[in-house]
């Protein structure tokens, strides 16, 4: 028997969202992001404390939250544990947006914002980074006269690398007066910029972050909300009751208890990147000033075949030709052995200021 399902037009008008990379184990991963170096060892053996009993439990999370709130400076009533970044800007759908009404973000950036508000049914009124990359402050003021229900900002910005500091975002939350901000800060810890000690200012003010990035955990997919406690009420109301798994909380822990391991890693990416963009320039690559954890490169018209040939070669970058063109590519900070293989491979395969043209 067949049936017809009742699907919703926000469903049927849409595409499934399919996260590339199927396979990518065992090949150089500079295209997700991640903290190639792995996660600290404390973490691994944390892990393996864990009991078949715990196992068997449905998770508590008030130890770790006093903990986790305490890693960000905050209490623990301004804390909200999410299943993983993504879920962390779900909720704000749930809790926020209707059908109809409209969200504001920038482009390029990350393609959640736009994921998310397709699925609820919202209006995406999206602006654009500058031919630079810089951010168009005047047109988010403009944008927010008309009251979007949401603004999401990426700080820094995922693919741009661009970042903003506390006093424009400040500006931007005092023109904010009928709109919750949502600043992600997935990549934080490589810029050292936070909007964190704000949040008790502005009620409107939430923060995001992610254990995925620096701490390495982007397989036990834990995700925060930092807000003010009476607005982080609004967002409870739309969580589920367990929604972390415990050994996402167990790992978590671990890693803050754990800080020197994530500070040296911060630190090698720091280096790592500034040379790699130096190198990239002495090739005739054009490149973007980043805070995180990752390159916006434009290697010309001759990119997407040498991105391919180098996917062959099993290093995995991530091309940005759907929305910035042909030759641009993000490109995670990886190891410096896995930053100089890359290097090589690049050179070995022929590319040059001369073949960018």
């Excluded at 991963?29 to 892990?47: I, K, M, P």
């Excluded at 759907?322 to 050179?347: C, N, Q, S, W, Y």
């Amino acid at each position: 028997m067949t049936a017809e399902l009742p699907v919703r037009k926000a469903i049927l008008e849409r595409r499934t969202y399919d996260a590339p990379g199927e396979g990518r184990e065992g090949k150089v991963r500079l295209d997700f992001n991640e903290n190639t170096a792995g996660c600290s060892r404390a973490v691994v053996q944390a892990l393996r404390k864990m009991s078949p009993k715990l196992l068997a439990m449905y998770p508590e999370y008030q130890r770790s939250s006093e903990r986790i709130a305490r890693h960000f400076g905050v209490q623990s009533e301004e804390l909200l544990l999410t299943n993983g970044a993504d879920d962390a800007l779900r909720v704000f759908f749930d809790a926020f947006v209707d059908a109809g009404s409209s969200i504001l973000i920038c482009e390029p950036t990350f393609p959640m914002y736009r994921y998310w508000a397709e699925i609820a049914g919202a209006r995406v009124e999206a602006l654009r980074y500058g031919p630079e990359m810089e951010f168009p402050m005047s047109g988010m003021l403009a944008g927010l006269q008309k009251k979007p229900r949401v603004l999401f900002i990426a700080n820094p910005n995922n693919p741009t690398g661009t970042l903003s500091q506390v006093d424009a975002i400040e500006t931007i939350l005092q023109g904010a007066t009928n709109t919750a901000v949502v600043i992600d800060e997935a990549y934080a810890e490589f810029s050292g910029v936070t909007l964190v000690p704000r949040i008790r200012k502005y009620s409107h003010l939430f923060v995001a972050r992610t254990f995925s990035k620096a701490a390495g955990l982007a397989a036990l997919r834990l995700g925060a909300v930092l807000a003010s406690s009476d607005s982080l009420a609004y967002l409870r109301r739309a969580m589920p009751p367990f929604p972390v798994n415990l050994a996402a909380l167990v790992a978590a822990e671990a890693a803050i208890r754990d800080r020197g391991a994530i500070r040296r890693y911060v630190r090698g990416i720091q280096r790592t990147r500034e040379w790699f963009a130096r190198e990239l320039l002495q090739l005739g690559v054009k490149t973007f000033a980043s805070a995180g954890n990752f390159l916006l490169a434009n290697f010309g018209p001759g990119g997407p075949q040498l991105f391919q040939r180098l996917e062959r070669a099993g290093i995995l970058l991530r091309e940005r030709t759907h929305d910035l063109g042909p030759g641009f590519v993000r490109i995670t900070i990886g190891t410096p052995a896995e930053m100089k293989l890359l290097l090589k491979k690049i050179k070995r395969l022929g590319f040059s200021a001369s073949t960018r043209r």
